[in-house]
């Protein structure tokens, strides 16, 4: 019984450590957003639809393949996660999520939000972590580690003529 509590609480323990970084509280963005996100590791590259919108004071993050069918979809409600629907849990995306929610953390903000944060110029990193480097305000590559990268740019805005 013993070892099967010490597993247990490792386990506990090694999730918690697992967990993407939050903001101390969530910041102002302009929502809802649309990104074309490109991930790259390895050589291998594959394209999604990103998608972050307001509600109810949580964020709604979906994310999507190019035939719109869904790959992930969580909540943030301040400062946790929850699953959106029936799709399983799924630590990459969240990772990826939390990795864009502190990229689009305005400037002015970031020291609040994130006070381990550094900026200077058109870089920004959390630590080891996270590293996003800017091509402009919303279109950026964001390094995660262990040769893993995100590419994300807008997509226009549907209304926008």
Known sequence: MKPLLTLLLCLTLGACAARP?????????????????????????????????????????????????????QLLDGQRWQADGLLPPNPAARELFAAVLFALTPAPQLAQAYPQAQQQGQRRWLGERWQVRYQNTDTFTLNLGQGLRYHLAPLPDENTP
Not at 44 to 61: F, H, K, N
Request: glycine letters at 8%; zero cysteines.
């Open 21 to 73: 970084p939050l903001p101390e509280q969530l910041p102002g963005l302009e929502l809802p957003r649309q990104f074309h996100v490109q991930r790259e590791q390895a050589g291998q590259r594959q394209d999604w639809l990103l998608v972050i919108q307001r509600e109810d004071g949580r964020l709604r993050w979906s994310l999507l393949d190019l035939l719109g069918i869904p790959q992930a979809r």
